[in-house]
T-cell receptor
Framework: AQSVAQPEDQVNVAEGNPLTVKCTYSVSGNPYLFWYVQYPNRGLQFLLKYITGDNLVKGSYGFEAEFNKSQTSFHLKKPSALVSDSALYFCAVNHDGGSQGNLIFGKGTKLSVKP | DAGVIQSPRHEVTEMGQEVTLRCKPISGHNSLFWYRQTMMRGLELLIYFNNNVPIDDSGMPEDRFSAKMPNASFSTLKIQPSEPRDSAVYFC??????????????FGPGTRLTVT
């Protein structure tokens, strides 16, 4: 069965420091991996995705994620955090045999960036 | 594009009343998803449609919940009768699926439901 794990409920970072939000997955077949961000009282917004190709994927707002097949991970990173990056981040997975685009979401990681 | 449109944005109702939530997906998208989000349970998939056909409704909590998609541009989620434990934010999302390739889902702003 497919699954996604976000091992940290919360990540605290100082503004200007690099940030990492962790995600590991389990699928049969090749994974399609996604990151979403949710600001307070808003819907989820798509950040970036890995389907195939280069393992380093760049997305919106300066975020990037690295696909690591051997470690089954897809960690979200940003070189220099902003206070405005504070939000809830979700990792999601589907696989190339997945039916009709259904995504499995992780439980979410709350990112808090302090000035 | 206007994005996924949901209405109403807020709904307050009394226990026992019928509630209908509405969603208009992005034009050209052929998959539609209904989610529920609460602090306790996080984000839960309730049901999803592909080409207007319900594919998996295993996430629908009870028979009180029902969803329809009469055409490619409109879907409803109905709760009848509503209960206080149904209070949550309900999201609709849509995506384009071609063959085995799944594209990202785009979420609406959500409907915040409060049942008193």
């Amino acid at each position: 069965a497919q699954s996604v794990a976000q091992p940290e409920d919360q990540v605290n970072v100082a503004e200007g420091n690099p940030l990492t939000v962790k995600c590991t997955y389990s699928v049969s077949g090749n994974p399609y991996l996604f990151w979403y961000v949710q600001y307070p009282n808003r819907g989820l917004q798509f950040l970036l995705k890995y389907i195939t190709g280069d393992n380093l994927v760049k997305g919106s707002y300066g975020f990037e994620a690295e696909f690591n097949k051997s470690q089954t991970s897809f960690h979200l990173k940003k070189p220099s955090a902003l206070v405005s990056d504070s939000a809830l981040y979700f990792c999601a997975v589907n696989h190339d045999g997945g039916s009709q685009g259904n995504l499995i979401f992780g439980k979410g990681t709350k990112l808090s960036v302090k000035p | 594009d206007a994005g996924v449109i949901q209405s109403p944005r807020h709904e307050v109702t009394e226990m026992g009343q019928e509630v209908t939530l509405r969603c208009k997906p992005i034009s050209g998208h052929n998959s539609l998803f209904w989610y529920r989000q609460t602090m306790m349970r996080g984000l839960e998939l309730l049901i999803y449609f592909n080409n207007n056909v319900p594919i998996d409704d295993s996430g629908m909590p009870e028979d009180r919940f029902s969803a329809k998609m009469p055409n490619a541009s409109f879907s409803t989620l109905k709760i009848q009768p509503s209960e206080p434990r149904d209070s949550a934010v309900y999201f609709c999302a849509s995506s384009k699926v071609t063959g085995v390739i799944s594209y990202e889902q785009y979420f609406g702003p959500g409907t915040r439901l409060t049942v008193t």
